[in-house]
């Protein structure tokens, strides 16, 4: 945690990120006295650079005579890098540059000029590039996938289950550009009935120690931004032969999941499969079928039967534990010209609710069988630490509600935070407390070890249900063919691809909550001036946190922007009171605010009050 290091080694520079060895530069009698009292070295020196964390770095290009380089945009951690004079860059402007990724020398090179760097789609660009997301596919991956002609051959038909005369139907989002998963249902004369869940077997597509297995696993996840995806597989599989379309016959794993009326589990099956889906729905259409039980669709009945059961499957989820966070997902439509035109705020309702249930349920069947054939990757979700639960409980005070119901103070239950969920469903003050105890628990990751997932209450859980979009999900593929060698992977390898996939799955989520927040403050900054209305997030001694209705974002209210009074903040900060008038605000308050400032590259977004 003292830990200085030198940015260079040997004359080669060391990046956030990159995997170094140091030289511990305490001497032994020193290093032994502070490990005794608890502490750490306070001297190292980074002698080599095992592993480049990254390829790519975004700066500002800069001349001088016939030399050129650029200054990194984390010019505090990267020194600037010579680069060739480019006959397209112009002084100061931002530019990208690929720096490889070997770790003995940099080859620093100038990787993409914007001749508009201002606009939209530039905008998105750079951020690709700054944080070192995949690009183009490797013309050997591209050869490998290419080689697919879509004909399945005759003995891998046979060696499956035919389930092309089943109905099956694919519910997505209107703008998916892939389509992992199917589902079917089939009714029992006695209640209840068979689930289906039908996943795309890229497997098969895509073998251990190929070329597009290891630009899979290199890639982790895909990754959606506001234009584009990134996607872990070439177009040619995830959009083409991988994706499960209608009327198109598609190799798949099938999960069948027998149910009693009561929804307890009586049976089930895996089995490799063939699949010709009925019809593909968009969420929308799904929802408006559902709505309407006299619709003439001619899919509408097993439509309705998998929604009335999905209803039972998720009274029973909730029933155990399940935390239930109403959150909006926020979207930014562009227009024509490229821009930021409309920022689109979706709510779950049935139709997500029913690919929901049926994908975590076939999760859960899927990790049950793991664990009794002893190995499995898993979807793990440990409980809260304590230190966030004592923090949430400071919150929560401020509203006079308990968190922890009653055992030892060290027991944590889902049953607890659902509490205080349902407490507050319907209320002002909902999201403000919902985002705050979402932030109290830990991020979902994979493992090979299972810990259970607190969020779902689930104590085995795996997830094999986008396995286009997710390397982990592939593996998990693998290991429930066992009789292959590509089943058989020891516990070791399980944990590195666990830890990788985690990872390059939380740089996927971070780099699309960035370019959602650009998108959001460039469609705002054309309504400067504007009132909105929003919910105080939060107080600081410098101003109130804003969550402006429709946006997904707040805005920072500030102190010294309030000329007519002086606020005060609470011990407890859940509530400010102005000195001269008395005003008194409160975390949860409704607010209507005026869009003052907007700053796009630091990401700050500064409110006033409204007039009255």
């Not at 004592?390 to 005070?397: A, N, P, V």
């Not at 659902?418 to 105890?437: I, M, S, T």
């Amino acid at each position: 945690r003292e830990t200085e290091v030198a940015p260079r080694t040997g004359g080669v520079p060391a990046f956030p990120g990159d995997t170094v060895k140091v030289e511990l530069g305490t001497p032994d009698w020193a290093f032994r006295h502070r490990r005794r009292r608890g502490g750490m070295p306070v001297e190292a020196r980074i002698v080599e650079v095992i592993k480049r964390g990254r390829g790519t770095l975004l700066g500002t290009y800069q001349t001088n005579g016939k030399r050129a380089w650029i200054v990194p945009k984390d010019k505090d951690l990267i020194p600037p890098l010579e680069v060739d004079l480019d006959p397209v860059a112009k002084e100061g402007q931002t530019i990208a540059v690929e720096i490889g990724r070997h770790p003995g020398i940099v080859e620093a090179k100038v990787g993409k000029v914007w001749a508009d760097p201002n606009k939209a789609v530039a905008i998105i660009e750079q951020l690709v590039w700054e944080r070192d997301l995949p690009r183009e596919f490797p013309p050997e991956v591209i050869k490998e996938a290419d080689a697919y002609t879509g004909k399945i051959p005759r003995d891998e038909l046979a060696r499956r289950r035919d389930l092309r005369s089943l109905e099956v139907v694919v519910i997505d989002p209107k703008d998916a550009k892939d389509h992992d998963d199917a589902v079917s249902w089939e009714p029992a004369p006695s209640g209840g009935g068979r689930l289906g869940v039908h996943i795309a077997d890229v497997s098969w597509y895509v073998r251990p120690g190929s070329a597009l297995d290891e630009e899979a696993r290199a890639r982790g996840v895909s990754c959606y931004l506001t234009d584009r995806v990134l996607p872990m597989l070439p177009p040619r599989l995830s959009a083409d032969l991988c994706s499960l379309i209608a009327g198109q016959d598609r190799l798949a794993r099938s999960v069948f999941i027998d149910y009693d009326a009561s929804g307890n589990v009586t049976g089930g099956e895996h089995v490799s499969s063939v699949i010709r889906p009925s019809v593909s729905w968009s969420y929308e259409e799904a929802l408006a079928i559902m709505e309407d039980r006299s619709s003439k669709d001619p899919h509408a009945a097993g439509l309705h039967a998998m929604a009335d059961f999905a209803t039972v499957l998720r009274k029973r989820r909730f029933e155990n534990g399940s935390l239930d966070f109403s959150f909006p997902e926020t979207r930014v439509r562009l227009g024509a010209d490229g821009e930021p035109a409309e920022i689109v705020q979706r709510r779950g309702d049935p139709s997500h609710w029913l690919i929901e249930e049926f994908m975590i349920a076939a999760n859960r069947w899927t990790g049950e069988q793991l664990a009794r054939a002893g190995a499995g990757l898993w979807r793990i979700h440990e409980p809260p630490a304590m230190e966030d639960v004592l923090e949430l409980e400071e919150f929560l005070k401020g509203f006079g509600v308990k968190l922890r119901r009653g055992g030892k103070s060290r027991d944590l239950d889902p049953k607890d935070f659902q509490a205080v969920l349902e407490r507050f469903k319907g209320q002002r003050e909902a999201y403000v407390v919902h985002k705050k105890v979402l932030q109290a628990l830990r991020l979902a990751v994979y493992a090979a070890e299972n810990v259970g997932h607190f969020g779902l209450a689930i104590k085995i859980y795996t997830h094999f249900t986008s396995p286009i979009r997710r390397y982990a999900d592939l593996i998990v593929h693998r290991l429930l063919n066992p009789e292959g060698a590509e089943g058989r992977y020891p516990v070791r390898a399980l944990a590195e691809i666990a830890d990788q996939t985690s990872q390059l799955e939380r740089r996927a989520q971070e780099a699309e909550w960035a370019c959602t927040k650009k998108m959001i403050l460039r469609y705002l900054s054309k309504h400067l001036g504007e009132t909105f209305e929003g919910t105080v997030s939060r107080l600081e001694k410098w101003g109130a946190f804003v969550e402006l209705d429709g946006v997904g974002a707040d805005g920072l209210m500030r102190s010294e922007d309030v000329t007519y009074d002086r606020f005060q903040v609470a011990a407890d900060g859940m509530s400010m009171r102005g000195r001269r008038t008395g005003f008194t605000l409160k975390v949860g308050q409704r607010i209507r605010v005026v869009i003052a400032r907007i700053s796009e590259a630091d990401g700050h977004l500064d409110l006033v009050p409204a007039d009255d």
